[in-house]
C-alpha cells in the first residue's frame, strides 16, 4: 500500500477585509483533480449605492491559478450584485457577507491560487489574498483524504449537512471551537479509520493531540467531519492544523509510519475586537491616549496578567459602541482608522498619531477645509484647518521638514468621540 503525501497548504494575508480559501478533492477523471476556491466579501469593505429603494454593491472576484514557474494556469472571473434594504446594513452592521464557491479541474501539481476582487461602484477598491495549494495524484493511492475546510458552524438536517466555511486562517474568535470537513477516499476494504488531529508550531513540532474518533471509511469516497475544541490558551502565533488517518489496529503511541494518510491546514492566532487584530496590544493601550483619561488608561494597564488587561481593554471600548447589539463596533474602527491614517500622512519626528496634527484630526477628524500659506521670508510654513462648527487649528512648520506644531491653544479635556461617519 502507498502512503499519502500530506498536502502543503500556506496562506498569505495580504489582505484582512477579503478571505479566501482553496480546499483540494478527488476529481471525477483519472488525470484532474477537483479544487474548490471560496471567496467571501463583507458588506463593510463594499462600497453601496443607493438605487431607488434598496442599497446595491457590485464587485468582481478574479481567481488566476499558476504553477511552480509562475505561469498561468486558468483564469476564472465571477461577477457579483449584492443588495440590502437598509443603509445600516449595507455599512456591515448586521455582519453580512457574500460567499462564492468556484470550481477548477487542476492536474496534480504546485499552483499559487491569487484572488483580486474589484470593488465596483466608483469605489476603485482592490483586495488581494493567495494561498500555496499542492494538487495531489489521489488516483495513486489505495487510501487518502482531501484537504480540510475550516468550518465555522455545522447543521445538520434530514442527513444533509448545512455547513458556513470559516475562511479567515485566524481562529483565535471561535470561542466555541470549529469543525473541521474533509473527505476520505479509501480502496482499504475496511470499514473503519481513527481520525485524530494535532496542532503543531512553526516549527512542526505537536504541541497538542486530540483523541482517536473511529469514522467509517466502507464507501469509495466519505465525507468526514471532526470537532476541534477552542484553542483559547493559545499564545498569540502562526500553527498548523494536521488531521491524520490510522489503521485501527495502530499502537497508542502511533508514529508517523502508523499513517494511513495526513492533510495540513495553516492556523493562526490574531486576538481581534470588531474584526480589527490587536497585534500589538501594549501599543494599542498608549494609543488610548486620545480617547480615554489617564485613570482609564492606567486602569487597563495595571491588570494582572495580559489576558486580563486585554478583556479591560474590549471592555473600555464595548462602552462606546454605539451599536451594541451588532458584533462591530464602529467607534473602534473608527478611531484606529484615524490612527492609521495618522501614521501614514502627519509622521514628523515621531508617529503620526504622535504629533499636533495626529492628534487634532484622531479627535476631530478630516477638517472642512484647509489653508496653506508658501514658505515666507521667515522660513515658515503655515497650515490652517477649519471645521464646520467654526472651530480652527493653526499649524507652523518652523524646520521645514514638514514638523507642523499646533499655534493656537488644544480644547481643555477633549477627547475622540463617534462622528458616525
Known amino acids: 500500500m502507498k502512503a499519502q503525501s500530506t498536502p502543503t497548504y500556506s496562506g498569505l494575508s495580504e489582505s484582512t477585509t477579503m478571505y479566501m480559501d482553496a480546499i483540494c478533492f478527488r476529481g471525477t477523471t483519472d488525470t484532474e483533480a477537483r479544487v474548490d476556491v471560496y471567496v467571501m466579501m463583507p458588506y463593510s469593505a463594499l462600497e453601496f449605492m443607493r438605487k431607488g429603494s434598496v442599497y446595491t454593491a457590485d464587485y468582481q472576484a478574479i481567481i488566476t491559478v499558476k504553477d511552480s514557474t509562475g505561469k498561468e494556469v486558468t483564469q476564472k472571473k465571477i461577477d457579483r450584485k449584492i443588495q440590502e434594504k437598509t443603509y445600516e446594513n449595507s455599512r456591515g452592521a448586521s455582519s453580512g457577507f457574500d460567499v462564492t464557491q468556484t470550481v477548477l479541474a487542476l492536474a496534480p501539481a504546485n499552483y499559487t491560487i491569487e484572488t483580486m476582487v474589484l470593488d465596483g461602484n466608483g469605489a476603485k477598491r482592490e483586495y488581494r489574498r493567495s494561498r500555496k495549494l499542492t494538487v495531489l495524484d489521489f488516483q495513486n493511492f489505495t487510501f487518502s483524504i482531501s484537504g480540510i475546510l475550516l468550518v465555522n458552524s455545522l447543521e445538520e438536517i434530514g442527513g444533509n449537512y448545512t455547513i458556513t466555511p470559516h475562511l479567515s486562517d485566524n481562529i483565535a474568535s471561535l470561542k466555541d471551537g470549529l469543525f473541521v470537513f474533509f473527505e476520505s477516499y479509501s480502496q482499504l476494504g475496511v470499514d473503519s479509520a481513527d481520525f485524530v488531529y494535532q496542532l503543531l508550531d512553526k516549527q512542526n513540532a505537536p504541541i497538542l ?147 499636533d496634527m495626529g492628534m487634532v484630526f484622531v479627535v476631530f477628524g478630516a477638517p472642512t477645509s484647509v489653508e496653506r500659506q508658501p514658505r515666507g521670508a521667515d522660513n515658515r510654513v503655515y497650515a490652517r484647518w477649519i471645521y464646520g462648527n467654526n472651530r480652527q487649528f493653526l499649524f507652523v512648520d518652523n524646520s521645514g521638514f514638514n514638523d507642523f506644531r499646533l499655534s493656537t491653544p488644544f480644547p481643555a479635556g477633549e477627547k475622540y468621540r463617534y462622528s458616525g461617519n
Request: avoid cysteine; hydrophobic fraction near 30%.
Open 209 to 355: 493531540r486530540g483523541p482517536r474518533v473511529r469514522k467509517s471509511i466502507r464507501h469509495l469516497t466519505e465525507q468526514q467531519f471532526m470537532k476541534i475544541p477552542a484553542q483559547n490558551n493559545l499564545a498569540t502565533g502562526d500553527y498548523i492544523l494536521k488531521i491524520i488517518a490510522l489503521k485501527t489496529s495502530a499502537p497508542a503511541n502511533y508514529t508517523a509510519n502508523d499513517y494511513l494518510a495526513a492533510a495540513d491546514h495553516s492556523i493562526t492566532i490574531e486576538r481581534t475586537l470588531s474584526g480589527v487584530i490587536l497585534r500589538d496590544l501594549e501599543k494599542s493601550i498608549r494609543q488610548l491616549r486620545h480617547v480615554a483619561s489617564q485613570t482609564e488608561i492606567d486602569i487597563i494597564r495595571d491588570a494582572s496578567s495580559p489576558e486580563e488587561k486585554r478583556t479591560r481593554f474590549e471592555e473600555f471600548w464595548k462602552k462606546l459602541d454605539p451599536t451594541p447589539s451588532t458584533e462591530r463596533n464602529e467607534a473602534f474602527e473608527e478611531y484606529y482608522g484615524r490612527i492609521e491614517y495618522a501614521n501614514k500622512n502627519y509622521r514628523s519626528y515621531t508617529e503620526g498619531w504622535l504629533t
